[in-house]
């Protein structure tokens, strides 16, 4: 059974870091793509990230510039580094995974999702 546990999210004043982390167990996203979404209260899903088995990476523009994407394969993991965070950057980040090697920002290509790690933001 695939499963994907996020770590990291918490309380953080504007301007400051989070690392989130997503450990995979159940079978290796080695050569899969794996992204991170997040969700606002009364607002739809969002992509924010994704990464390649390559290591290539794609960011919203929302984010460019201030979070990062890495994967650590050996460990089955892959990381968000979150800098100089807004208030709007505020939700519950899911990771996800394909079983396919292609970056995409589409949710519905993902085939397994977290559970979710809230990001609170204070002004």
């Known amino acids: 059974q695939v499963q994907l546990v996020e770590s990291g999210g918490g309380l953080v004043q504007a301007g400051g870091s989070l690392r989130l982390a997503c450990a995979a167990s159940?079978?290796?996203?080695?050569?899969?793509?794996m992204g991170w979404f997040r969700q606002a209260p009364g607002k739809e899903r969002e992509f924010v990230a994704a990464?390649?088995?390559?290591?290539?990476?794609y960011y919203a523009d929302a984010v460019k510039g201030r979070f990062t994407i890495s994967r650590d394969n050996a460990k089955n993991t892959v990381y968000l580094q979150m800098n100089s965070l807004k208030p709007e950057d505020a939700a519950v980040y899911y990771c996800?995974?394909?079983?396919?090697?292609?970056?995409?920002?589409?949710?519905?290509?993902?085939?397994?999702w977290g559970q979710g790690t809230q990001v609170t933001v204070s002004s």
């Open positions: 996800a995974a394909r079983r396919y090697s292609g970056l995409t920002v589409h949710e519905f290509e993902y085939h397994y």
């Open positions: 159940g079978r290796t996203f080695t050569n899969a793509a």
């Open positions: 990464i390649s088995w390559t290591t290539a990476t």
